[in-house]
């Protein structure tokens, strides 16, 4: 059996650990754009505040790829595939053939049209360890940076470097901080906190256009720079399989098995859309740990294992200057908040919990996530002990028993 | 009242270098003696709380805790010693009677530590018990005067229903209620691990324990409680409870609060009602009506079970016996003045009955005399305290032995005598669920097993040292003790020749 | 292989296995000058609701979400046992976000606790489990 998998991030190592769950012999070969050892994308921020570094940066021990039995073509762009062949051909003409494709191939940061982009020398998105590379080897102490963005790519990289630069500029069309998964209260908090550090925001505005230095915002501000960071967000790489004839919304369709639409063609991780069963809708949900889980599912299902993925969720865990941010599922429903330790709101709904948002005490929190994840019926357990500190004591006798307990002396 | 404030005898004693306030004592002592002082930030103890139970000293973790005895004194009196005069004090205040636990702890002699064992030496082999085969097991109940044989001469096998024990010892009755579900479950399981016996007391059987029912002897007491066809057909031996050492001549006083739920079923009797078990049995006034209440009883169970008829050690001890041994019962068990109680009146625990050893001895004696012995199998109890007082047991005449007391040591019992107070904090003595919880029967039987076989290993190795390959070749052999310190009367009393004899 | 469990039946809630965590995972040899006013971080902690108590810590998951969710590789199976890299870890607590037993612990040094089995522990083996008064926390294998 050929394996090809094409990506080198979370998804594609879940795909290489997933397929020798279930096939420890066959030829595995990984295909990367980028000419780099496995390494953890989030990382690129703590990288740049020197909480890690390339070596710890590697998202699986050195010798992985030997220890798999994996042959690597890192630094070589995958640029087509052709599903009827079974090839995918590379940059510069080369083609490899498989009988299970993986394709993990990730997102691509956004680059909003802005006016007189092309006059700014020291723009950068962030991504990639590249991208960290650039970013690092560009700043100054005396660099004044502007953040388009205030997501959490962005404010990440604003965390990253504002130990090492002039001031930080965040500037973004939403109202708040990390609004795309926080409410307006938890979206203040952080955006205190930050501020409190002093990176400056500019929410509900954006940049109409920049030349050289200066950037001048809708609202008529504006602000000089020396350093652009691009952190509007991020579009799935479905080019693969889009012009292969897959089927893609915004992300490529995949089934629960991490099935594409096209035979023996798997895919995960950023790149896909997918099901949280939180909203029951289907959504990109470009994160980490799901891009792990779905790889190996499509791993193990592609070396004729047996794996389904049923419980995805958005899920997130962040922290900015020590204060700590956890999230999960969706907003919706009735909300229970608690402002004794932090800020908690808990978001129910039809007997089951359906998101949360914790920022400060986020300690046991993911037994709210189990919650969500497995829809655990509220009914069952002590909602309201549980609500105010997350603890199995909240749960059934029989459900302890059956997890906690083992010994049958 | 000033005038009742009583020093407490033991006192706390904290290692405030090692404690590290990790609160343990204060959460395990159901006393409430510790208590965590958050203005100082330290633990503080209350000594007249404590009952010296040892439960926060053997779980502090930094070892930091110790109990000591006090230097408080009255003025030194020989006869007006301290205990006396605190008693007098808490009878002025309560005008009631003194309530204690566990056995006798007055410094009577305690003969068991007066006799020796022989040892064989040139002229007679000791045996290697690691090299050679060495026997404990003995067979309880009547032995048949004769032989019988039917009409074709073939034996007829007239051997009345036993208990076999692996060794000569078996678990004293305590009843549910007394002490707990799970101090019974641990009594229940060992005894089946081991293949000997455990008792019921007067408490009834849970019905979660009719399993182990081989290895059970359910006890039959004046108050009767929990007593019906199928708990009689339950164990392996009914016995009939006439009095207990601790108590002679005094019933039992379960008080309401230890009647609660399973406690209350199995007695049946309702929740919260004291438990009286009368002083007598007001069907037996005399030897004949005892003998109606054993046949009774092998009756209701269809003489496939040996009858125990149990008694206090008291002045006419051996003509108790030779009484009981003509009223039918199979076993008689005699119970010290040591043996220990869940409660008894102080002034009758330590001033009524005698000593194990001498009624022991002076029953064995009559039996012989009368030729009856083997009518019965003896059962001796109330301390014995270690494998030697079981040897020594056996040499004055008993078949096997009840333990008690050492059970409840093994079970995690530190002897600070106040079951009474219903607040065990080793979950022995209780019915506190929180305080039962704290005795696992997985860890509890297992510990019951080990000191059980330890005996039976120095059982054996002190048999074997006297050249006697088995348990039956010592039983009333009692050239095999010698006595010392002992008057000329306490050795005729035993049977036993003075040292150097 | 063999795992710590707790049986609820027999936690008496005395809190002891938090303390001999917390010791374990130490350098100091004797207890008091290890924990004697220090608040304690232990890995196991004991969770109690009138007279219900019982000791959780890391199960070991055989699909454990806070190392498939990892974002550094800190987390890793190593002989069954749910291991931290505490070089690799940056503190991010998604593994906190994950564990469904609440068993990861954020930590102020910035990188996330667990119970290791105290397998790289001067007893290598689980201390709680030797503290624990009751013989409610047990560690053994336990075929499911």
Not at chain 2, 31 to 47: F, P, Q, T, V
Not at chain 2, 183 to 210: M, P, V
């Amino acid at each position: 059996m050929r394996y090809v998998v094409i990506g080198n991030s979370a998804a594609g190592i879940g795909a290489i650990e997933g397929i020798r769950q279930a096939d420890p012999d066959g030829r595995i070969t990984v295909i990367s754009s980028e000419p780099y050892h496995t390494y953890s994308r989030p990382l690129i921020s703590y990288f740049l505040m020197g909480k890690t570094d390339g070596e710890r940066m590697r998202y699986r021990p050195e010798g992985f790829y030997e220890s798999n039995g994996c042959e690597t073509m890192l630094g070589v762009k995958a640029v087509s595939v052709d599903p009827g062949r079974k090839t995918v051909t590379l940059e510069g003409g080369a083609s490899v053939e498989y009988d299970k494709l993986f394709v993990g191939a990730g997102s691509v940061p956004f680059v909003p049209p802005i006016e007189g982009l092309e006059t700014v020398t020291n723009r950068f998105t962030f991504m990639t360890y590249d991208d960290a590379l650039a970013l690092k080897a560009a700043i100054t102490p005396a660099s004044r940076v502007l953040i388009v963005g205030a997501g959490l790519i962005g404010l990440k990289c604003a965390e990253g470097v504002a130990g090492s630069v002039a001031g930080i500029t965040v500037v973004d069309l939403a109202p708040g901080a990390l609004s795309s998964i926080l409410d307006a209260e938890g979206s203040a908090i952080v955006r205190e906190h930050l501020e409190s550090r002093g990176i400056e925001f500019r929410l509900s505005d954006s940049v109409a256009k920049v030349s050289g230095g200066v950037a001048t915002l809708v609202s008529g501000a504006e602000i000089e720079f020396d350093i652009l960071v691009l952190a509007v967000g991020v579009r799935p790489d479905t080019a693969l399989i889009r012009d292969a004839g897959g089927k893609c919304g915004r992300g490529i369709l995949v089934d629960s098995f991490m099935r594409s639409s096209l035979p023996d063609i798997y895919a995960a991780g950023d790149c896909t859309e997918s099901l949280d069963v939180s909203s029951g809708t289907v959504k990109v949900m470009a994160l980490l740990p799901n891009a792990y889980r779905q790889g190996e599912v499509a791993g193990i299902n592609m070396a004729g294992g047996s794996a389904e993925l049923t419980d995805a969720i958005p899920m997130n865990a962040i922290g900015f200057f020590g204060l700590r941010v956890a999230t999960a599922g969706t907003y919706e429903g009735e909300a229970y908040t608690d402002r004794k330790n932090g800020y908690k709101k808990l978001f129910y709904k039809d007997d089951t919990l359906k998101g949360f948002i914790i920022i400060g005490g986020i300690e046991k929190c993911g037994i709210y996530t189990s919650l969500v994840r497995e829809r655990v019926p509220l009914s069952r357990i002590n909602f309201p002990l549980i609500r105010e500190n997350p603890g199995l004591i909240a749960f059934s006798r029989s459900y302890r028993d059956a997890k906690l307990g083992g010994a049958a002396i | 009242m000033p005038i009742n404030y009583i020093y407490p005898d033991y006192e706390i004693e904290r290692d405030y270098d090692k404690c590290i306030n990790c609160r343990v004592c204060e959460r395990q002592c159901a006393n409430e003696a510790h208590a965590y002082n958050e203005r100082r930030g330290k633990m503080l103890a209350d000594s007249s709380k404590c009952v010296n139970c040892h439960r926060c000293v053997s779980l502090c973790p930094t070892r930091a805790l110790k109990i000591v005895r006090t230097a408080h004194t009255f003025r030194e009196n020989a006869n007006w010693n301290g205990q006396l005069i605190n008693e007098i004090y808490k009878q002025c205040d309560s005008g009631g009677v003194l309530l204690s636990s566990m056995g006798n702890p007055r410094e009577y002699p305690i003969y068991f530590d007066r006799l020796l064992l022989n040892a064989s030496q040139v002229t007679n082999p000791s045996i290697d018990p690691l090299r050679e085969p060495m026997e404990t097991r003995v067979s309880l109940g009547a032995k048949p005067d004769r032989i019988e044989r039917g009409a074709d001469g073939r034996m007829v096998n007239n051997l009345p229903p036993r208990l076999n024990l692996s060794m000569p010892a078996m678990f004293s009755a305590m009843s549910f209620g007394s002490i707990s579900y799970n101090a019974h479950e641990s009594l229940a399981r060992a005894a089946t691990e081991l293949g000997i016996y455990y008792n019921t007391g007067e408490g009834g059987l849970h019905e979660d324990f009719y399993r182990y029912g081989p290895n059970t002897i359910v006890q039959v007491a004046s108050g009767r409680f929990g007593v019906h066809g199928e708990y009689l057909n339950a164990g392996a031996a009914v016995e009939i409870k006439m009095g207990q050492g601790a108590k002679p001549g005094i019933g039992g006083h379960l008080p309401g609060k230890k009647i609660v739920g399973e406690v209350s079923r199995t007695r049946m009797i309702p929740v919260g009602s004291d438990a009286i078990s009368p002083a007598p049995h007001h069907d037996i006034y005399s030897i004949e009506d005892l003998r109606q209440l054993v046949f009774s009883l092998k009756e209701a169970t269809a003489y496939t079970k040996p009858v125990i008829v149990k008694i206090a050690a008291v002045h006419n001890v051996a003509a108790i016996a030779s009484g009981i041994a003509r009223s039918g019962a199979d076993i008689i068990a005699i119970d010290g003045y040591r043996g220990g109680t869940g409660a008894a009146p102080t002034r009758i625990r330590d001033n009524v009955g005698i000593p194990i050893e001498l009624a022991l001895a002076a029953v064995d004696t009559r039996l012989r005399d009368e030729r009856i012995r083997d009518r019965v199998s003896l059962v001796a109890g109330g301390s014995i305290r270690s494998s030697a007082d079981l040897v020594k047991a056996v040499a004055l005449g008993a078949d096997a032995c009840y333990i008690g007391t050492a059970a409840v040591l093994a079970l995690g019992c530190h002897l600070c005598r106040s079951c009474q107070e219903g607040k065990c904090n080793w979950g022995i003595a209780t019915q506190v669920p929180e305080l039962v919880k704290r005795l696992n029967p997985n860890v509890g039987y297992r510990r019951l097993v080990n000191l059980m076989n330890a005996w039976n290993h120095e059982i054996k190795e002190i048999m074997g040292g006297m050249g006697i390959n088995s348990i039956e070749s010592l039983r009333g052999n009692r050239l095999m003790l010698r006595g010392v310190g002992l008057n000329e009367k306490e050795l005729s009393i035993l049977g036993v020749k003075h040292a150097g004899e | 292989m063999k795992r710590v469990y707790v049986n609820e039946q027999w936690c008496l809630a005395c809190h002891l296995c938090e303390y001999y965590c917390a010791f374990a995972n130490q350098d100091e040899t004797d207890m008091s000058t290890a924990l004697k006013g220090v608040p304690i971080r232990p890995n196991i902690r004991v969770e109690q609701l009138g007279d219900v108590c019982f000791a959780v810590n890391c199960r070991h998951c055989d699909e454990p979400l806070c190392v498939k969710g990892c974002l550094t590789g800190a987390l890793s199976v190593r002989d069954g046992v749910i291991s931290i890299d505490r070089d690799k870890c940056v503190g991010c607590c998604t593994c906190v976000v994950s564990c469904p037993y609440g068993a990861v612990t954020p930590t102020e040094d910035g990188v996330v606790q667990k119970c290791e089995l105290c397998v790289n522990t001067r007893d290598g083996e689980p201390l709680c489990v030797k503290g624990c008064p009751n013989a409610a926390i047990v560690w053994e294998s336990v075929v499911r």
